[in-house]
């Protein structure tokens, strides 16, 4: 399984969601990469110092004597790497152009680990350009935060249109395995309402499981922790591990 976390909207939980899936994923016993794919290297600071970090994921798929095996680093979590990202990869595109691979770069790192990694996870930036789509190409599912906001639904257009284009040539077997949502207010009307907007237009692929608002979730990657160690018996810990729970029953 490997899981592309993906949304071109900034902000809307895709790496809250990466950390803490990988997380509760590992935490299930099966080896796990988190692969961070977002020059922002979000998704990497929440488990490492930058100092731990030398070769990242942009040295991998630029280079072709680099393998993805030599920029992976064991997190805190048990079970849990880190393929980490760093500011670099904002230069990917330009490095690519030309390249008659340039989408195809992440796939072809990773299928020397599948055997170490049955389970990967990876964190997109918000655009929908090489980098995102190097993620779709090498995936078998995709998973879509989507933020219960006002504007939750502008781009999906966009975002499908650019999963219907991966799906046509490069990778016909990737799936839609759900959108969840994310920063979930229960107590007003509005964000009822945007559940049931959402629901309308990806009907039985939202999952179950909501990401309530929590102010746990946004604090746990300053102590380089998961919510699971950071804050196990709070609302964000019980619904990061639901959502597991149905990732791997869809998956
Ligand atoms: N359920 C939540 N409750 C409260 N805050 C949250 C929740 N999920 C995410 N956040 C906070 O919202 C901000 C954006 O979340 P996050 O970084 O996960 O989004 P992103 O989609 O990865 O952003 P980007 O597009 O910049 O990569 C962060 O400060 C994060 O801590
Ligand atoms: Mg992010």
Not at 14 to 37: F, H, M, P, Q, S
Request: aromatic letters at 6%.
């Amino acid at each position: 399984m490997i899981v592309a976390i993906a949304n071109q909207k900034g902000g809307v939980g895709k790496t809250t969601t990466a950390i803490n899936l990988a997380a509760a994923l590992a935490l299930r016993g099966r080896r796990t990469l988190l692969v961070d794919l977002d020059p922002q290297a979000n998704s990497t600071l929440s488990f490492l110092d930058i100092g731990q970090v030398s070769k990242t994921v942009y040295d991998a798929v630029v280079d072709g004597t680099c393998g993805l095996a030599d920029v992976v680093i064991k997190s805190p979590v048990q079970n849990l790497s880190i393929a980490p990202a760093r500011i670099a990869l904002a230069k990917l595109e330009a490095k690519l152009v030309g390249e008659m691979d340039a989408h195809f770069r992440l796939k072809d790192k990773l299928a020397p680990v599948l055997k170490d990694y049955p389970q990967i996870v990876i964190d997109c930036p918000p655009t929908l350009g090489l980098l995102t789509v190097n993620a779709l190409v090498a995936a078998t599912h995709l998973l879509i935060p989507i933020q219960s906001s006002y504007f939750a639904l502008e781009g999906t257009d966009d975002l499908l249109e650019t999963i219907e284009k991966v799906r046509a040539r490069p990778n016909p077997a990737l799936r839609i395995l759900g959108v969840v949502i994310t920063m979930h207010d229960k107590r007003t009307a509005l964000a009822r309402d945007i559940r049931l907007q959402i629901q309308k237009v990806f009907g039985g692929k939202v999952f179950k499981t909501v990401i309530t608002k929590s102010v746990r979730l946004e604090e746990s990657p300053a102590y380089k922790e998961s919510i699971f160690t950071f804050a196990p018996d709070s609302t964000g810990a019980t619904e990061y591990y639901r959502l597991c729970e149905e990732v791997m029953d869809r998956a």
